[in-house]
């Protein structure tokens, strides 16, 4: 199994408390202790405007700004969004912003995309908020346009939705083939279609994994793609502890920085919803349980990453090693 890291930008309410003066030097400190760990292949960012479970007030850095300088102040680790909404940027930009990124960190890029689902910054923002089938149809061709891009240089596609006439992507990403595909999210007809068509890896959630594994060899299947040449992915946003007591305090802890922004009653519910709590033990459980079903990557949130970083210490020491 190979594991990845998210790194806080406020999406999570995870830099709650720090001033936004200080919190670029958080961001960079993390990904510099990850850079330094063989443990963590990757590190990642959510590519959201407003924050989780609600909008707030709170500090959410965008994510491509964020790739850019990761790329500049690490040397090693690579770099990805889980994920890019293919609306929110045309893609020919995109595609560019990407190359771009991948040239100044060396080749280190990831392209995780997806199709957008939260309707409120969709809104805010001027995009509208099309119906699911146009959101995928525009995936479908943005992907389009990024391969063409990574590969010769320039794309041309009249689409439905976009329509791109020798834009020209020079120079090209440092990777051979072009930046690599995550096609994130787990809509069983359209997406993980989408998925077996073009993505050298997959995510989608690991309540799920088996039917969804399934689903998507069956799409490969149809499509031609060799099934096993796609990693499958899941995020998992763990608090642990080397015992129950040391976890409650981390789970108390994650609430009182919580509650003066959402309230006793949504900071209780999204905690419960959004944490996997568990000691070392029962998180290789866990994902044991996940990489038996064909998971190869783990990538971890850890909710207290900014203040406190002895939990992923600890999952350093003890999870990581019992799976890999």
Not at 139 to 149: C, H, K, M, N
Not at 162 to 186: C, E, N
Not at 214 to 219: A, T, Y
Not at 293 to 311: C, H, K, Q, R, V
Request: hydrophobic share 40%; net charge negative; charged share 20%.
């Amino acid at each position: 199994m190979r594991f990845g890291i998210f790194i806080p930008q406020g999406w999570r309410l995870d830099l709650v408390g720090i001033e936004p003066a200080a919190q670029w030097t958080v961001m960079r400190d993390l990904a510099r202790r990850a850079d330094a760990n063989d443990d963590w292949e990757s590190l990642w960012v959510f590519d959201h405007f407003h924050t989780v479970p609600a909008p707030t007030t709170q500090a959410t850095h965008e994510a491509w700004t964020l790739m850019s300088a990761f790329a500049a102040s690490t040397e090693r680790i690579r770099l990805g969004q889980m994920c890019t909404a293919m609306s929110y940027r045309n893609p020919a930009y995109l595609a560019k912003v990407a190359a771009t990124v991948d040239i100044i960190s060396g080749g280190r890029v990831e392209m995780g995309i997806g199709a957008g689902w939260y309707e409120h910054e969709w809104r805010a923002y001027g995009y509208g908020f099309p119906g699911a089938g146009e959101r995928l149809a525009r995936l479908d061709e943005g992907v389009q346009i990024f391969r063409q891009a990574w590969t010769t240089g320039e794309a041309t596609l009249d689409g439905k939705h976009y329509q791109v006439d020798g834009a020209i992507v020079r120079p090209l990403p440092l990777q051979d083939g072009g930046i690599p595909l995550w096609i994130a999210g787990g809509g069983e007809k359209v997406t993980l279609r989408i998925a077996a068509k073009y993505a050298q890896y997959t995510n989608f959630s690991g309540e799920d994994f088996a039917r969804k594994s399934e689903l998507l060899r069956g799409h490969c299947a149809e499509v031609g793609t060799d099934f096993d040449a796609i990693v499958r992915s899941a995020n998992t946003t763990v608090v642990t502890g080397a015992n129950e007591a040391e976890i409650q305090d981390r789970l108390t802890a994650l609430r009182t920085r919580l509650v003066p922004v959402l309230g006793q009653d949504a900071a209780t519910t999204w905690i419960d919803k959004a944490i996997t709590p568990g000691t070392p033990d029962q998180l290789v459980e866990k994902l044991g349980a996940l990489r038996d079903l064909g998971m190869g990557y783990a990538i971890l949130n850890f909710p207290e990453a900014a203040y406190d970083t002895s939990g992923i210490e600890l999952f350093e020491r003890e999870v990581i090693p019992a799976l890999r």
